[in-house]
């Protein structure tokens, strides 16, 4: 069982930056593969970005590609999503998913899940 724990969410202005962190417990970590996804009051969670387990692949949706980056440190067993030009419509709720190896799109895909955190984007 791979127990995922979101932080770094929060309240940030328009054209503002966030660092979001997802840390996982299992010591297989570099096993997997991460994903974020984010789901907005009213609106169907939606794929934000994912990382093969050796993170040598990456895929972004088409609505934050070039402003958002995944990586992972699999030393920290830490998975990252850098948000920059944060746009109002990016506000959701973020959270992290695992899987084993592979990337996928498609929540679900992914076995294991984390409670999410709140980034808000407003003036």
């Known amino acids: 069982q791979v127990q995922l724990v979101e932080s770094g969410g929060g309240l940030v202005q328009p054209g503002g930056s966030l660092r979001l962190a997802c840390a996982a417990s299992d010591q297989y970590f570099s096993s997997y593969a991460f994903g974020w996804f984010r789901q907005a009051p009213g609106k169907e969670r939606e794929f934000v970005a994912a990382?093969?387990?050796?993170?040598?692949?990456?895929s972004y949706a088409d609505s934050v590609k070039s402003r958002f980056t995944i990586s992972r440190d699999n030393l920290k067993r830490t998975v990252f999503l850098q948000m920059d030009s944060l746009k109002p419509e990016d506000t959701a709720v973020y959270s992290c998913?695992?899987?084993?190896?592979?990337?996928?799109?498609?929540?679900?895909?992914?076995?294991?899940w984390g409670q999410g955190t709140q980034v808000t984007v407003s003036s």
């Open positions: 998913a695992a899987r084993l190896f592979t990337i996928a799109t498609a929540a679900d895909d992914y076995k294991y």
């Open positions: 990382i093969t387990w050796l993170g040598e692949t990456t």
